[in-house]
Nanobody, 126 residues
Framework: QVQLVESGGGSVQAGGSLRLSCSPS???????????MGWFRQAAGKQREWVSY???????QYADSVKGRFTISKDIAENALYLQMNSLKPEDTAMYYC?????????????????WGQGTQVTVFS
């Protein structure tokens, strides 16, 4: 079982930036670079929604709502996944989750991911 740990959330004024990080906890031997990795978010009272994913080859895709503002990346040496969030808006307020897929492909549906972190809260105030 792989446990992912997110960090970097917080409260920020609209227009500000945050960088979220995600890494496997413990010495599991799980390498982020070998798997499709995604970011999802869930606002209070709403369903979890896909934000971004990055393939094993480094190809990134984004939800339209964050395109041009968010950047997903991974650091092979650090075995870490990141989400750089710029020009934040109040509607970006949500719990953000890191997810990993153990099979091939890279979906946008949350059901397609096998391992999840506990989430990190992002609050954007106007």
């Amino acid at each position: 079982q792989v446990q992912l740990v997110e960090s970097g959330g917080g409260s920020v004024q609209a227009g500000g930036s945050l960088r979220l990080s995600c890494s496997p906890s413990g010495d599991t031997g799980y390498t982020i670079s070998s798997h499709c990795m995604g970011w999802f978010r869930q606002a209070a009272g709403k369903q979890r929604e896909w934000v971004s994913y990055i393939t094993t080859r480094g190809t990134a895709q984004y939800a339209d709502s964050v395109k041009g503002r968010f950047t997903i990346s991974k650091d092979i040496a650090e075995n870490a996944l990141y989400l750089q969030m710029n020009s934040l808006k109040p509607e970006d307020t949500a719990m953000y989750y890191c997810a990993a897929r153990s099979r091939g492909g890279c979906p946008t549906a949350s059901e397609g991911y096998d391992y999840w972190g506990q989430g990190t809260q992002v609050t954007v105030f106007s």
